[in-house]
């Protein structure tokens, strides 16, 4: 591992970087919680803690432009050295962090997936996307008027609490799909979400595809129908149709239509060919817009699932470098075609759909494991859970779980410490001696990266347990799900007041909303983001 002293950037730097147009990623590697906290704009979560986990997808091109940030704890200096390790050649830390970057005067915005969440405000008040409040379509839902409501929200989402009635037509399958989910050209079709972005732009796709039907977004989304005082129901199972034969017929002129509308490139294998010729010196994202179902079943070797509504509204999940070059890729081309059109609304203007799925290679079926950097090079010693669970019924070992702290809470080891690796150094010092010290996370795969750095911080030996907490329930061993033994502050996560199930507060949720609404305001005040402006239909 290198010694070197990093490279230090100041904020007027950085923002320099923000404003050049060239590529550059900025990864803040504090845990997602203290993220959320505040950020520069463009700052995208990547806890130092599951940097191998997520960075060669976040962040594909070793010599991508990045700048690290923390709160000037330690914790950039640490994730510099390892994207070295990595091999990563252009990598800075901001200097003093996001504490500098406050005292410079710059704007931090809390919560996560920011530019996203402004976006959808934009949308809405450059196109004027028409909305109803919970409290209008629940009189027209008592009326029995005809209406049909479509949840844009990924199946999960929607599973755990919609608006009564509603039917799952995740985001880009709005576009795609809608026609066979609406019972008539004179149907009144509302668009929700959990709060407002994705309503907002899932209700304007609508909008831009031209459907016949009035379209409007339930303001506030499942948040808005609960602060009514409405109940919301939850496990519900109503899908949309799957596409008809006509839908499925439509589709490749539909996508020609949208695409020359909305000013969309499609380009061949030709062009794909020279950008991934030219992945050394521009960054290139392989995004397979379809349902996560339809990429198991069969995708381009090397493509990235992305369903398009969670593409437009959490980019950063997806897209760590900002003016990358952009593949959408989709077997009828509507899908891509219409995410493409926000996604160079968003700003990353080098974003093109690919014209026929064949072209990007081969197919293969599954979901492809993701690239744990270091992971095969990790040494370690490992211990089985029958012989765990025999040597804490003697009290001979302490067990520490690196698992994000909601699988934590939802069953670990009965007698487990919580930690958070990054942090490890710290925490350690509030867990019982044992005479040996046992890792797990959830399959183990964290625990085995955090063995070399536990065993240099105590004295005891250390082990991992052999499929982590996996292969404890695997062998149907108890399971606890109390959290009084919390080594450290349970930040690792940022859970948005709809998250909350049966524990939801109504203050959060106005907060959350507020938030929001005030976004626009804030972007202004920072002027890094400019959207493109909306193409004017030709019809």
């Known amino acids: ?58 962040v594909p091109r070793r010599s991508t432009r990045i700048v690290v940030c923390d709160d000037a704890e330690g914790l950039a200096e640490r994730a510099a050295v390892e994207l070295a390790r990595f091999g990563y050649t252009d990598v800075a830390v901001l200097a003093g962090g996001v504490p500098a970057w406050r005292t410079a005067g710059f704007e931090l915005f809390i919560g996560t997936n920011v530019p996203s969440k402004i976006f959808g405000e934009h949308v809405e008040h450059v196109y004027g996307t028409p909305s109803i409040t919970a409290t209008e379509l629940k009189a027209m839902l008592d009326r029995d008027d005809d209406v049909v409501i479509l949840d844009s929200r990924p199946w999960d989402e929607y599973r755990v609490q919609n608006i009564p009635g509603g039917i799952s037509l995740p985001g880009a399958e709005l576009a795609y799909r809608a026609r066979d989910a609406i019972p008539s050209p004179n149907t009144f079709v509302v668009v929700n979400c959990a709060g407002r972005t994705r309503s907002i732009v899932g209700a304007q796709t ?33 899908r949309a149709p799957a596409a008809s034969t006509a839908t499925r017929q439509a589709a490749p002129a539909a996508a020609q239509r949208a695409a020359e509308r909305f000013g969309v490139r499609v380009v061949g294998a030709d062009t794909l060919a020279v950008w991934r010729a030219e992945i050394e010196e521009r960054s290139l994202y392989l995004l397979d817009v379809r349902s996560p179902e339809e990429y198991e079943a069969g995708h381009p070797a090397g493509s990235i699932s992305a369903p ?78 029958a012989e765990l669970a025999a040597l804490m019924e003697r009290g001979k070992a302490v067990v520490i779980d690196l698992a994000r702290s909601l699988n934590y809470r939802a069953g670990h080891i009965p007698g487990a410490w919580f930690a958070i690796r990054a942090r490890l150094m710290s925490s350690i010092k509030k867990i019982p001696r044992a005479p040996l010290v046992v890792l797990t996370s959830e399959d183990g795969r964290l625990a085995r990266l955090a063995a070399s750095e536990a065993t240099r911080l105590v004295e005891a030996p250390v082990r991992v347990l052999d499929g982590g907490t996996a292969a404890w329930r695997a062998r149907d061993l108890p399971l606890a799900q109390d959290d009084e033994r919390m080594a450290d502050a349970p930040d ?19 907060a959350y909303l507020e938030w929001e609404f005030q976004l626009l305001e804030q972007l202004e005040r920072d002027g890094d983001l400019t959207f493109a402006s909306p193409p004017r239909a030709t019809d």
């Not at 950063?316 to 009828?332: F, K, M, S």
């Open 308 to 385: 398009g509504g969670q593409l437009v509204q959490a980019t950063d999940h997806y897209v760590g470098t900002r003016n990358a070059r952009l593949v959408l890729i989709d077997d009828v081309g509507v899908r891509a075609v219409f995410v493409a059109s926000w996604m160079l609304q968003l700003g990353f203007r080098d974003t093109v759909v690919l014209r026929d799925i064949r072209m990007a290679g081969p197919i293969e079926t599954g979901m492809p494991p993701a690239p744990v950097l270091g992971l095969d090079a990790a040494r370690v010693d490992a211990i089985t859970a």
């Open 206 to 238: 609508l909008i831009n595809a031209g459907i016949p039907n009035r379209v409007a977004a339930l303001r506030n989304g499942t948040m808005g129908w609960h602060l009514a005082g409405f109940k919301l129901e939850r496990g519900a199972d109503r």
């Open 492 to 510: 690792d996560v940022y859970l948005r007041p709809y998250h909350l199930g049966e524990n939801q507060r109504e203050d959060l949720m106005r």
């Open 1 to 58: 591992m290198s010694t070197d002293t990093p490279r230090t950037v100041s904020p007027a730097f950085l923002k320099s970087i923000v404003r050049d147009g060239g590529e550059f990623a900025l990864l803040d590697v504090r845990e997602e919680g203290v993220h959320a906290r505040g950020h520069p704009l463009f700052a995208v979560p990547v806890p130092l803690s599951r940097l191998e986990f997520l960075l060669s997808r976040i």
